[in-house]
């Protein structure tokens, strides 16, 4: 059974950075990619980036434009996501997904997920 836990949301101004991680137990799979995705009420789940298990690819969207960075954070066990330079803008529900068998690119192939943590960015 594949599990993901988030841990990490919480509030910050504009300009500032947040991490947020996810430990994922139960994934085998051909490829095993974790992704980052946010959903503001309203819109559409959109993906913010993803990894191989193996560390081997990363993955972004465009918007992402360097301001966040998705990595595996060995010591800890999990997959971070560093998000810097904040805007109001990316306050959204942040969620941790994963794929067993297909391009870590491949956005809606996505079909494990966590259960979101809140992302507030406010002065």
């Known amino acids: 059974q594949v599990q993901l836990l988030e841990s990490g949301g919480g509030s910050a101004q504009p300009g500032g950075s947040l991490t947020l991680s996810c430990k994922v137990s139960g994934l085998a799979g051909r490829r095993n990619c974790i992704g980052w995705f946010r959903q503001v009420p309203g819109n559409q789940r959109e993906g913010i980036a993803g990894i191989y298990n193996n560390g081997a690819s990363t993955f972004y969207a465009d918007f992402v434009k360097g301001r966040f960075r998705i990595l595996q954070n060995r010591a800890k066990g999990t997959v971070d996501l560093q998000l810097n330079n904040l805007q109001p803008e990316d306050t959204a529900t942040y969620y941790c997904?994963?794929?067993?068998?297909?391009?870590?690119?491949?956005?809606?192939?996505?079909?494990?997920w966590g259960q979101g943590t809140q992302v507030t960015v406010s002065s």
């Open positions: 997904a994963a794929n067993g068998d297909y391009w870590c690119s491949q956005w809606d192939k996505y079909n494990y």
